[in-house]
């Protein structure tokens, strides 16, 4: 599975802005997929994580109520809503994909497969 990502950019603190997350591959429903970010001179960390179906989410606690992750499988992407974006997160952001097959995806960034390129975020004050 090979994942592209884009959308990142500059954008002031209380903007929005949607990543996108494009993969390659006929079995993308297959695959949980999450979206992680490292800040700068910060370790990776977990930001969303959707199922294959799309039918469950769940979010970090920082970013719970502003960001929403989604999916369209007939198109192989995964999206990233960021809304009332602030300083703080400032980073590059990652998808990375998750074989269901071996098991859920999670919240750990040491369970996804495969990983995308990264985009960046910056978010000024």
């Known amino acids: 599975v090979q994942l592209q990502a884009s959308g990142g950019g500059l954008v002031q603190a209380g903007g929005s802005l949607r990543l996108s997350c494009a993969a390659s591959?006929?079995?993308?429903?297959?695959?949980?997929m999450g979206w992680l970010r490292q800040a700068p001179g910060k370790e990776r960390e977990f930001v969303a994580v959707?199922?294959?179906?799309?039918?469950?989410?769940y979010y970090a606690d920082s970013v719970k109520g502003r960001f929403t992750i989604s999916r369209d499988n007939a198109k192989n992407t995964v999206y990233l809503q960021m809304n009332s974006l602030k300083p703080e997160d400032t980073a590059v952001y990652y998808c990375?994909?998750?074989?269901?097959?071996?098991?859920?995806?999670?919240?750990?960034?040491?369970?996804?497969?495969?990983w995308g390129q990264g985009t960046l975020v910056t978010v000024s004050s």
């Open positions: 990375a994909a998750k074989f269901l097959g071996t098991g859920p995806a999670s919240a750990s960034i040491y369970d996804y497969d495969y």
């Open positions: 959707i199922s294959g179906s799309g039918g469950s989410t």
């Open positions: 591959g006929r079995t993308f429903s297959r695959y949980g």
